[in-house]
């Protein structure tokens, strides 16, 4: 009789439960203030529907910046600082023929280095000669298809000792994409929410939680830039081709909703 009664209490016990997380319209279901059960407490973050949602948006880049410069090697350190600052010269007489202002040429990178060879016979380093390298960055606005045009005018000024090492493509005024991505991304949340919401049988409350991260935004949105020793010369092509193509612009949103 102990063990009839006891499985008759454990179907009783199943059938509460399922009443409880099923969508009917049952006494179970009733998630009001008047159902202890369901009542919801705002003090803890594992209660309540928390969702993240990501909001893109594509950019046709307004700017290029170009990392280039000269890298001169000589037996002597005079001599390869004096072949390195004359090749600079051309260098920068060249980007400012292109049309680019003086603010937009920024020095990057300067180095002096001795440059040794294993001696096998001697079992020690040598110094065979010392190299300078001389990189500047330089900012292309509005019209990018001077890019080339540019790097072609470098080629030509700096000869055998020109190093271009990279190109960045970017936008100037990121702030009003940023806004666009991020209510594309609380629009996707709202929606994931609503999703979970009708999908669990439940109502959608006040929102008690949002936080909002943006991609990380530097100048290089792009970058490819090769060390002065890896960065190869370039010789002067029929024409240099640049595809300028697009940037990626995101916003991350986390939002937290009670649950009526």
Not at 35 to 54: M, R
Not at 152 to 157: G, Y
Not at 158 to 170: E, H, K, N, P, Y
């Amino acid at each position: 009789m102990k063990k009839i009664w006891l499985g008759i209490a454990v179907l009783i016990l199943v059938v509460v439960t399922i009443g409880l997380v099923g969508c009917g319209q049952g006494p179970g279901l009733a998630l009001g203030a008047e159902n202890s059960v369901s009542s919801v407490s705002l003090s803890s973050q594992q209660q309540g529907i928390w969702v993240s949602a990501e909001g893109k948006v594509y950019v046709t880049p307004d700017m290029a910046i170009l990392t280039l410069g000269i890298e001169a090697q000589e037996t002597t350190v005079a001599l390869a600082r004096d072949n390195a600052a004359a090749a600079m010269e051309s260098v920068i007489a060249a980007i400012k023929a292109q049309g680019i202002a003086d603010k937009d040429i920024q020095t990057q990178y300067f180095n002096i280095q001795q440059v040794t060879n294993w001696n096998g016979d001697k079992q020690t380093e040598q110094v065979i000669g010392y190299r300078v390298t001389n990189t500047v960055t330089v900012k292309v606005h509005g019209d990018l298809d001077r890019t080339a045009d540019i790097i072609d005018s470098v080629v030509t000024a700096g000869g055998d000792l020109t190093r271009v090492s990279g190109i960045a493509f970017t936008v100037e005024e990121p702030r009003q994409y940023y806004e666009e991505a991020r209510e594309l991304a609380i629009e996707y949340a709202a929606a994931k929410a609503q999703q979970l919401a009708d999908g669990t049988c439940v109502n959608l409350g006040a929102v008690t939680y949002i936080s909002e991260s943006s991609g990380s935004y530097y100048p290089y949105i792009t970058r490819n830039f090769a060390g002065a020793e890896d960065a190869m010369a370039i010789p002067a092509p029929s024409g240099t081709s640049i595809s300028v193509g697009e940037l990626e612009i995101t916003a991350t949103v986390s939002i937290a909703y009670a649950i009526e």
